[in-house]
């Protein structure tokens, strides 16, 4: 069965930092590239970054580059988001998934955005004083 | 950033009815990729539309896509009561974003 996992969520003051985890099972994890999708609470769907098959490509909503940063460790099938510079509006329930088309060769590098055919259940993030 | 508005935000309907989603892209999007999902509380958004109009895996036909450009359409012919939830249109041409949500609840 494929499957992510992720952890690392809780609660956080406002300022601080936080390091999300996803771990895929069940598929060829290099093949495949990784988003992460946040959603407050009561709130639609938003992108918060993506990271390429091979690590080596990295992609981020706009608003949030310079404070997050996402990377990969594929001899563990894990992924991580390094999360600083925490405000109020980064609560939120944290999905890692999978993208639909796995990567060949040196698409390997850059492939990252595509449909997203599986989901975790997600960790939340609460930032909070 | 490709802004997708969806429409209506929300509406009411029975089991049996037909319904029409709208997603309308700031730019154009090419069909290939053009998305949709489903949420329903509680779990994570499930894959049901990729490329505009193709259904993933173990989507029924009562699902079905079409659209091309700048406006795209998610039709249920014939709602079924696991059917009502949150559905969400998402374009990854230039960067990645989601639309709106539109939720469809039971009349």
């Known amino acids: 069965e494929v499957r992510l996992l992720e952890s690392g969520g809780g609660l956080v003051q406002p300022g601080g930092s936080l390091r999300l985890s996803c771990v895929g099972s069940g598929f060829t994890f290099t093949s495949f590239a990784i988003n992460w999708v946040r959603q407050a609470p009561g709130k639609g769907l938003e992108w918060v970054a993506a990271v390429s098959g091979s690590g080596d490509g990295t992609y981020y909503a706009d608003s949030l580059k310079g404070r997050f940063t996402v990377s990969r460790d594929n001899s563990k099938n894990t992924l991580h988001l390094q999360m600083n510079s925490l405000r109020v509006e980064d609560t939120a329930l944290y999905y890692c998934a999978k993208t639909l088309r796995q990567c060949k060769g040196s698409s390997c590098s850059y492939f990252s955005l595509d449909a997203l055919d599986i989901w975790g259940q997600g960790t939340m993030v609460t930032v909070s004083s | 950033e490709i802004v997708l508005t969806q429409s209506p935000g929300a509406l009411s309907l029975s089991p049996g009815e037909r319904v029409t989603l709208s997603c309308r892209a700031s730019?154009?999007?090419?069909?290939?990729?053009l998305v949709w999902y489903q949420q329903k509380p509680g779990q994570p958004p499930r894959l049901l539309i990729y490329g505009a109009s193709t259904r993933a895996t173990g989507i029924p036909d009562r699902f079905s896509g079409s659209g091309s450009g700048t406006d795209f359409i998610l039709t249920i012919t014939r709602l079924e009561p696991e059917d009502f939830a949150m559905y969400y249109c998402?374009?990854?041409?230039?960067?990645?974003?989601f639309g709106g949500g539109t939720k469809v609840e039971i009349k």
């Open positions: 998402q374009q990854f041409g230039r960067s990645l974003t």
């Open positions: 730019q154009s999007v090419p069909n290939s990729q």
